[in-house]
């Protein structure tokens, strides 16, 4: 399973589910999503949503 974050811009991007620590409105009400990057260390983003994207979903 993966997470896909939906960016203000209209882009997205996918991250391992393991990769997610929390989604969350922040004290402005802005959606943000925090996650892990390769070295470990948490970054945060802002975002317009998200969706979780399960086996067998193929998108071209």
């Known amino acids: 399973m993966v997470i896909k974050y939906l960016y203000p811009d209209g882009t997205h991007c996918f991250r391992a589910m393991h990769t997610a620590h929390a989604v969350f409105y922040n004290d402005e009400g802005v959606l943000i ?9 948490l970054y945060e983003v802002e975002i317009t949503g998200f969706e979780l994207v399960g086996e067998g979903f193929v998108y071209s």
Not at 33 to 41: F, I, L, S
């Open 33 to 41: 999503a925090r996650a892990a990057k390769p070295d470990g260390t």
